[in-house]
């Protein structure tokens, strides 16, 4: 063993050796790695070759319908609110304690014209009238007395003046007689004296006259004014009984039997059930569309949809007035239409005030126009039509709206094929497969497709 420390010098020979044995594994490596090379090279030189396919162009396959220009007018959906056309509130006639109320005044009930509502105690209302019946019946008696008294005192006017002219002619014979000396002067004095008497009487008569007569206006008076008060009297006993001026529905009840009600006091409010108003908005752009094609929005037809239960209830009304002010919030021109009241009478069930509907009204005419899918067109005036199973464009202008359909003039000719199914590839050129051509017809639309809110 060698001691620590001590320095071993190594040998040529060992030196060599590690060296021949780090050549011998290089070599080896590169041998491995140069044989996989070729290996590989080998495999890919001598492999089989796979027929390449022909790249195939796709086909699209789509929908279209023919280009038909013909007249449409379509329809306007908006939605609104049924309206009461009339709503009253009644309110007690006379004060008074209530004792008896109607059985329909119930929130919600309904009531038909001349219904109960209310009855007031009539007692006080039924003595006020019997005071002014006496008191027209007293005025009317004491009239009739005045007036005989009228006729006796023209009775003894025509006597007085008929003893006057008695007298004077008397008088008249003694003034002669005096004129001869047959008479005295005392008989001619009796005589003047008598005839100054009787004049004074027909004097006294016809001012008697004048006062009765007076006294009868008078009367007359007091029975034109005792007249109205009878009438005022009974208008107040009618009055106490408070019934439905019309049929209604009922809200707002505030009346029951023992209640004192004072005049003016709000019983209960009623709203028409016999005429119906649709409120409805408008923009700008569709009420002067309209007003421009009718000349007035006014008597357009109008039909109402109310969406109640399984089936919707349909009525037709009419537009009867628009809104006095426009009101910038709504954003729009508010319409009424009233509901005919054939359609009210015919109707199971009405739709209450305040009720959701559906509005249809009809839209301006467009003349030769064609009617295609809001699908077909691209951008804003592009559309696509089928030519020689390759995709053409077509130029188009939107001049309307027929529901979810687009009313369209422009580049399309009668009879051509405009594709409806969207395709993002679409261009011009793009190759197509039409399904459905065979039939050669635009499909029918669905129901209510006419309706939309056209811009």
Sequence with gaps: MKPPGEITAATPSS?????ARAGVGLALVVAILGGAAFAYIYLVETRPEVPRRPPVERVWAVETIPVAYTDHRPSLVTYGTAAPARRVAM????????????????EGGIVAEGDLLLRIDPFDYEGAVTEARANLAETRARLVEIEAEIAQEQDALANARTQLEIARRDLQRAEALRGRGTISEKAVDDRLLLVSQRSEMVTQRENQLVVYRARAEQQ????????????????????????????????????????????????????????????????????GRIADDA???????????????????????????????????????????????????SAALLPRPGAFVEVSIEDKAYRDAARIPATAIYGTDTVYVVMDERLAPRR???????????????????????????????????KVREQGAEAGEMPAPVAGAEGGAGG
């Design 91 to 106: 309110r007690a006639l006379v004060s008074g304690e209530v004792v008896e109320v109607g059985p329909a005044l119930r």
């Design 220 to 287: 007359r008076a007091s029975l034109s004014r005792l007249e109205w008060r009878l009438r005022q009297a009974e208008r107040n006993l009618a009055n106490t009984t408070l019934r439905a001026p019309f049929a209604a529905f009922i809200s707002g009840v505030d009346a029951e039997v023992g209640r004192f009600v004072g005049v003016n006091d709000a019983v209960a409010m009623l709203i028409d059930a016999t005429a119906l108003d649709v409120r409805f908005v408008l923009s700008d752009a569709e009420f």
């Design 15 to 19: 030196l060599a050796a590690r060296l």
């Design 295 to 345: 000349g007035s929005v006014i008597g357009r037809p109008v039909t109402v949809v109310w969406h109640a239960g399984d089936a919707p209830r349909s009525f037709a009304a009419t537009v009867e007035r628009v809104t006095a002010e426009i009101d910038a919030a709504r954003g729009g021109i508010e319409v009424f239409a009233r509901i005919s009241d054939d359609a009210l009478r």
């Design 396 to 430: 188009v202008a939107v001049i309307g709206r027929a529901g979810s359909d687009l009313l369209v003039r422009g580049e399309l000719v009668e009879g051509e094929r405009v594709v409806v199914t969207r395709i993002t590839e679409a261009g011009e050129g793009l």
